[in-house]
T-cell receptor, first 116, second 109 residues
Framework: EPEVTQTPSHQVTQMGQEVILRCVPISNHLYFYWYRQILGQKVEFLVS????????KSEIFDDQFSVERPDGSNFTLKIRSTKLEDSAMYFC??????????????FGSGTQLSVL | KNEVEQSPQNLTAQEGEFITINCSYSVGISALHWLQQHPGGGIVSLFMLSSGKKKHGRLIATINIQEKHSSLHITASHPRDSAVYICAVRSNTGNQFYFGTGTSLTVIP
């Protein structure tokens, strides 16, 4: 079965540094998502992306965050100046559509971000 | 404010037992997802529901749109079913998702 791949699996960074988390969604999917899960807490929605633009974002997704699909295959999440509270597992997901039958989400295995 | 509530938070069952996990939500939705998160952290989509009932193997998911409630049932539970089960809904006012806190299931042989 096709899968969503995320790199790196672990990322350690210093507070204030920029990080880019990378995702390769399934090739015929059109909708892309980033979620995060702080250790011991529930999964939280960050952003959804369709047709090369953000379609929805949560309150968490402030000006420090940005997403990009630079080359038609990669889908990246950039955090400009990391804070300690950005430490979390970041999941990328994609779906073929948002209509009934196409909406199944496929998740990557996550990137564990640790901000020191 | 929790848009999605799950119960129970933790559940321990003997192998073979019938298990029910409940999810209630307070927002208008276009779809509800049941997800399984393995001990290693990976997330797998089990079901996507907009109405009625779906069955896959020993798993059954139902949704009652009027009551804003969904249930996930596992028949003949097995230790390999041990995982966190997460209910998530997609808002009908945009492509925004809300997640429950998850139900941690442990099935004992």
């Amino acid at each position: 079965e096709p899968e969503v791949t995320q790199t790196p699996s672990h990322q350690v960074t210093q507070m204030g540094q920029e990080v880019i988390l990378r995702c390769v969604p399934i090739s015929n999917h059109l909708y892309f998502y980033w979620y995060r899960q702080i250790l011991g807490q529930k999964v939280e929605f960050l952003v959804s992306f369709y047709n090369n633009e953000i379609s929805e974002k949560s309150e968490i997704f402030d000006d420090q965050f940005s997403v990009e699909r630079p080359d038609g295959s990669n889908f990246t999440l950039k955090i400009r100046s990391t804070k300690l509270e950005d430490s979390a597992m970041y999941f990328c997901a994609s779906s073929r559509g948002v209509n009934w039958g196409n909406e199944k989400l496929f998740f990557g295995s996550g990137t564990q971000l640790s901000v020191l | 404010k929790n848009e999605v509530e799950q119960s129970p938070q933790n559940l321990t069952a003997q192998e073979g037992e019938f298990i029910t996990i409940n999810c209630s939500y307070s927002v208008g939705i276009s779809a509800l997802h049941w997800l399984q998160q393995h001990p290693g952290g990976g997330i797998v989509s089990l079901f996507m529901l907009s109405s009625g009932k779906k069955k896959h193997g020993r798993l059954i998911a139902t949704i009652n749109i009027q009551e804003k409630h969904s249930s996930l049932h596992i028949t003949a539970s097995h230790p390999r079913d041990s995982a966190v089960y997460i209910c998530a809904v997609r808002s009908n006012t945009g492509n925004q998702f809300y997640f429950g806190t998850g139900t941690s299931l442990t099935v004992i042989p």
